[in-house]
Each structure stands twice: as C-alpha cells, then as structure tokens.
C-alpha cells in the first residue's frame, strides 16, 4: 500500500468516526429532548420552571417599585396554581389573587398562608367560603356589602373587601359616580374592613394609549378624592400585566401580575421596558413511531395535508385533549426534534400529532422526546408563537392544558417560603 493511499484510508475512517459519533449525538439529543425526562410511562407532559417563576417575580417587584399581588387564577392559568404561588412569594410577590372561593380554599389547602384576595364576582353560597379561607372579597356592586356584612357576622369577625370601580371594563365593578359614596358606606359598615381600591384597566395593550390614560385618569381623581376624604384605603391598584410596565402611572400602592410571573409578556411591554421575563412553561411529547409516505399521497382526517415528496412523519403522543389547540392544523406550526424544527402536518388529532421529520439526518425512535413549547437545545418555541398560530391569545392556550396531560415540577425548594399574615 502506498503512502497517499495508506493516508486516505485514514482519512476516511477518521470521517466514518466523526460520522458516527455526529450520529450518537443526535440520537442523544432525540432521545433525551432538552435533557429532561418525563414521567415515567408519559406520552406527554407539561414542564414548569418555578426558578423562572421566581426571577420573574422578583424583576417584576424590582420594575414596579410597589408591592406585587401575584394573580394564580384558573390553576395558575394551567402552571399549577399552588406551585406558582409558592415560588411567586419566594421571589418577592406580597399576595396572591384568584377568581372565586373554590381556589382561594385550594391555596389554604396546599398549606399556603399568604394574603389572598378573591378578584372575582361572587354568590351568596360563595361568601361563607370565602370567609373560611381568611380571604378578601371584591365588592362589585351594593348588594355585596350586604353580602359581605352578613358573612361577617356569621363568621364574628370584620373581613376585609377591596372596592372596585368600573373605569371601561362593563364586566365587574361600581360605575365611578357611585364609587364615592359606596366607599363612604363600606367605610361606616359593621363587619367589614376596606383593604383596598381598585380597578382594571381593559385596553392596557391597545395600539391607542389614550383610552387606559382617561381611564387611570378617571381611577386617579377618585383615589385623590378618597385621600382627602381620610377614606383612602392602603392598597391602591389598576395595574395588570401589560399596564404595569406600560404605564407608570397606574402602579399606585400595588400591580398584579399573572401572566407575566409566568414568563409571558403581554404585547412586548416587559421587553420594551428593558424587563426580561423568562417563560415558565414547557410542553413535551414523545415519538410514537415514525411512518415514510410516498409523495401524492393525503395525511390526516380530511386529507388536509398531503406528501409533496416522499416523507418521513414521525407521530407524537399529543393531541387536544391534551391540550394542543386544534387550531395548529395546517396553520404552519412546529415541534422541535433535536433542536431542530419539524412542521406539524394534517390535523391536530384528539391523541396525536403529526411532524414531517424527513429533514432529520436520521429518522426518531418511539421514545424521543419533541419539544410543542419551551428550548431544545439552539431550538426555541415560544407559547406566543403557537398560540399565535392556533389564533388564540396566550392565556387560553396555557389555561387549556387538559387534566391527562402530566405535570412535571423543575426548581422546588426543600425548605417552605416563609409564612406571611392572612391579612388583606
């Protein structure tokens, strides 16, 4: 054997050996997906990064200047509420908020002490519950300080209310030229404690800023009236999500935040106010089995997708019943497999989904790991991205995440976030 052909026979096995170790870790990288493992014997599942949670809240209360009441509505809009309030408080949030008694009684079940308040309109039924959880109530019209008043007295004890006025919303609140004199009243009420005054302000991600400006505005003249009154109570709120990094003004003595504790910024408010939140979600699946069709021929209920060429469709283990929006079919969304970007084809099934892998240098296996939200290595999909895409907001892509798909936990704490009065 020659020397120049003794050296390209080295070469070679040297570039099989490259090959072969490129191949290993790709395989690797599908099979360990971002380098989590879900639970055992889950197709599916959802990933929640309390550490984010934390560093969220704390950049929150950092950019806020003012106590943070951390909203954990509708199960911690699909997080898991209980976890979500934990690491929230631990990173600097003073209170939490939910929308009726059943989840106030929920937090206090999981062991959590904080000050809750019950941002939502509640019934007659509701309001001893509400007492039993050591919760405020949010007075929407007159007929709740009676409401709140006969709990009190039921309960023996002064409990406390948040008033709220309606500045636009026309869903919960008093119309402001009732507010003063109900704030008078509550005030002189026996068993009934004001916490708080408050409103919400709708339009806080319009183009147009000058609609939520009246609104603050409007807010604003009552607080100044209720001040000079010596009515004022401590906590002052109107600032949600989007409004608290949008406008300064509408901070007052607290801002609540839900979505954004979460990691999600509301119309890229966050971002342009120089507040980089990290998302907390992630969503994952795993390959069932992968499946080569020839070009020509039509995939999925409807025939919705068919091969322009000979393709390689890899099926995931999720479907919307799991949560993953219908709305994906078709509509050019992707999951990541090895950090790489595959299209979903056909339709979203109830159990499944389908992705054209025939990009990948190597076909996946049952068992790897695709990422529908969250990193795989260079790989990122944002939940805005895919909530864009099914034409939903946010919020009802995250709320939506069905009760089979399994939760998995990253970032808890050993020790317990420190005990905080049930005060309002």
């Not at 908020?97 to 939502?120: D, H, I, K, N, S």
């Not at 019934?123 to 007075?139: G, K, N, P, R, V």
């Not at 060429?309 to 479907?319: F, K, V």
Request: proline residues 6%; glycine residues 12%.
């Amino acid at each position: 054997m020659t020397v120049r052909r003794a050296r390209r026979g080295a070469a070679a096995t040297g570039d099989a050996d490259e090959a072969r170790r490129a191949e290993g870790d790709f395989r690797a990288r599908l099979r360990e997906g971002a380098g989590f493992e879900g639970p055992p014997g889950a197709r599916a599942w959802a990933e929640l990064d309390l550490d984010a949670v934390r560093a969220n809240a704390r950049r929150i209360r950092r950019s806020a200047g003012v106590p943070l009441l951390a909203v954990v509505k509708a199960d911690g809009y699909g997080h898991g509420a209980p976890a979500v309030a934990r690491a929230a408080l631990e990173g600097g949030a003073s209170r939490l908020g939910v929308a009726t008694a059943a989840e106030a009684l929920a937090l206090r079940q999981a062991g959590l002490t904080a000050p809750v308040q019950v941002l939502g309109s509640f019934l007659d039924s509701e309001a001893d519950l509400i007492a039993q959880a050591e919760a405020s109530f949010t007075l929407h019209e007159e007929q709740d300080l009676r409401r709140v008043a006969a709990a009190a007295w039921r309960a023996g004890r002064a409990l406390p209310v948040h008033l709220k006025v309606d500045v636009g919303m026309g869903r919960h609140g008093v119309d402001p030229r009732s507010a003063a004199r109900l704030l008078a009243e509550a005030q002189r009420c026996p068993g009934v404690r004001v916490a708080g005054l408050m409103t919400h302000l709708p339009c806080a991600g319009a183009p147009d800023p000058a609609i939520s400006r009246e609104q603050i505005s409007a807010f604003a003249r009552l607080v100044a009236w209720a001040r000079r009154e010596g009515l004022c109570p401590p906590q002052v709120h109107a600032a949600a999500s989007a409004a608290l990094f949008r406008f300064p003004e509408a901070r007052f003595t607290q801002v609540r935040s839900g979505i954004a504790v979460l990691g999600l910024d509301p119309g890229g408010w966050a971002a342009r106010a120089d507040v980089h939140l990290r998302p907390a979600l992630s969503l994952r699946a795993r390959v069932m089995r992968t499946r080569v069709v020839a070009r020509g021929v039509a995939v999925g209920y409807g025939g919705r997708w068919t091969a322009r060429r000979p393709s390689r469709l890899a099926l995931l283990g999720i479907g919307y019943g799991d949560g993953l929006p219908y709305g994906l079919s078709g509509r050019g969304a992707h999951a990541l497999l090895a950090g790489r970007r595959c299209p979903i084809v056909g339709t979203v099934m109830m159990d499944y989904a389908l992705v054209d892998a025939s990009d990948l240098p190597r076909a996946p296996r049952p068992g790897d790991v695709a990422t529908l939200v969250g990193r795989d290595g260079e790989g990122r999909i944002l939940l805005e991205e895919q909530a864009r895409k099914a034409g939903l907001i946010p919020y009802a892509f995250a709320t939506g995440l069905g009760k089979r798909l399994q939760r998995v936990v990253r970032g808890m704490q050993l020790s317990p976030p420190a005990r905080v009065r049930r005060a309002a």
